[in-house]
């Protein structure tokens, strides 16, 4: 009876190591939000606001000031608009 309540308990440990074992590979592949979390190099967040589920940022860039709309549910860029310097 000892041996079985052993074995039991072993068969729970290694089922749980198993389904993290999966769910961590699951969202390793998953991939990343698109230019979400990815600014340009030598870029400076001047402002942000949030309005209606979307992210509102305004960028310095060194080619110029960049407002970026980003959608926060799914984490990526609704819209991107450079203006000119």
Same mark, same amino acid.
């Given at each position: 009876?000892?041996?079985?309540? /052993?074995? %039991? !308990?072993? %068969?729970?440990?290694? $089922?749980?190591?198993?389904? $993290?074992?999966?769910?961590?590979?699951?969202?390793?592949? &998953? #991939? =990343?939000?698109?230019?979400?979390?990815?600014?340009?190099?030598?870029? +400076?967040?001047?402002?942000?606001?949030? #309005? /209606?589920? &979307?992210?509102? !940022?305004?960028?310095?860039?060194? =080619? $110029? #000031? #960049?407002?970026?709309?980003?959608?926060? /549910?799914? $984490? +990526?860029?609704?819209?991107?608009? +450079?203006? =000119?310097?």
């Amino acid at each position: 009876m000892t041996l079985l309540l /052993a074995l %039991a !308990l072993i %068969a729970v440990v290694w $089922g749980f190591i198993r389904q $993290g074992r999966i769910l961590l590979d699951h969202r390793a592949g &998953r #991939e =990343q939000p698109a230019n979400a979390s990815t600014l340009p190099p030598g870029a +400076k967040i001047l402002s942000s606001s949030t #309005e /209606a589920g &979307r992210l509102v !940022l305004r960028l310095q860039t060194p =080619q $110029g #000031e #960049e407002v970026r709309i980003i959608d926060l /549910a799914s $984490g +990526k860029t609704v819209q991107s608009i +450079k203006t =000119q310097p």
